[in-house]
């Protein structure tokens, strides 16, 4: 497959490498296991990432007031009449939305996502809790699939699905950085269940046998995602599938740091170190080559929406062909091995050199 074109693109390369920039600062795991995409899927990637990472940012910075989010939601709006503000990832947007054909309701579902953090909504239950992953994790998971040139419902499903594991783990991670900025994303049940009064623990965010209970309970239920995510993998363009897995193993691997940490995410921040990602790395490319195609579950409730959407909407006008497997895959491999080594020691300015695959 060729690189990926910016001919008859809102935006140009200098706009995606600002997105590419973006992506480096915001997650180096999601950075670093981008780099084994083919560059037709990595480069809007970086697009899709930094619009969804401005729009998250666009409603921190602002503590959440609804003008910032009226002002996203405008946003989103021109990126579908053709006529983006003029910020790179808007215009990468605006490209992507077009050419991969994707349909409105799924960034429109990320805002309202968005929306539910600014009203500071709470979630009774897990499924309640799945229903905001969905909103602000699997729509990235379906978006970054129909960027692969895939639009099965069951790979859609599984993409859901890691994007739902990957937001219960980053939830189970920052429970200590977000019971201090006043939210809280725990079941409220679970917490009343373990004898937790949510309203004191907010007050005074501590850690305790059972609230660490509660956490532990949130990481098998990711755990659970995970496993399902893994069997639709095969579903995707065989060289989308390395990066795939890694995304998934990595993201996972912080339950296990947690569990190193006997749960205490109160007072400890989950880091998996660079010599530990370079490790997994390595370990998903040796499963990459054993998968199996094995889809075929039913969706979770809380996604259903968004599958939906995709399946009624029309298809791209010149259908994205599906990636083709890289032949320099292993010098690109031993690449990222480095890059995620050089990261940890905390070298941000070393040189990236993008395989032409």
Known sequence: MPLFS????????????????????????????????PAAV??????????????????????????ALRRLQDRLARVYDGHPIPVAADRAMAGLVRRFAIPR??????????????????????????????????????MMTLLMGVRTPDALARACDLGVAMQLSNIARDVGEDARAGRLYLPLRWLREAGIDPEKFLANPMISPALKGVIARLLREADKLYDRA?????????????????????????????????????????????????????HALFMTLHLKDEASLPPLDSVRFLIDAVAVSPLPVQAAPAPSVSHHFKPQFLRVLAIFERLERGEEKCEVVFPRN
């Not at 935006?11 to 780099?35: K, V």
């Not at 579902?109 to 909103?135: M, S, V």
Request: net charge negative.
């Open 6 to 37: 910016y001919k008859n693109d809102f935006a140009d390369a200098d706009d995606y490498a600002e997105c590419r920039a973006a992506i480096r600062q915001g997650s180096r795991t999601f950075f670093g296991a981008s780099l084994i995409l």
């Open 42 to 67: 990595r480069e809007p990637a970086y697009g899709l990432y930094a619009f969804c990472r401005l729009s998250d940012d666009a409603i921190d910075l602002s503590g959440g007031s609804v003008m």
């Open 230 to 282: 893994k069997r639709g993998i095969a579903c995707l363009p065989p060289s989308c599938r390395p990066a795939i897995l890694s995304a998934a193993i990595l993201y996972a691997e912080i339950g296990r740091k947690l569990e190193n940490l006997s749960y205490d995410s109160i007072a400890h921040r989950a880091r998996v170190s660079g010599l530990r990602k370079a490790q997994l790395l390595a």
């Open 105 to 142: 309701a799924i960034p429109e579902a990320l805002l309202e996502g968005l929306a539910w953090d600014t009203q500071e909504r709470r979630y009774d239950d897990l499924p309640d809790l799945f229903d905001y992953a969905a909103r602000v994790a699997g729509t990235v998971g379906v």
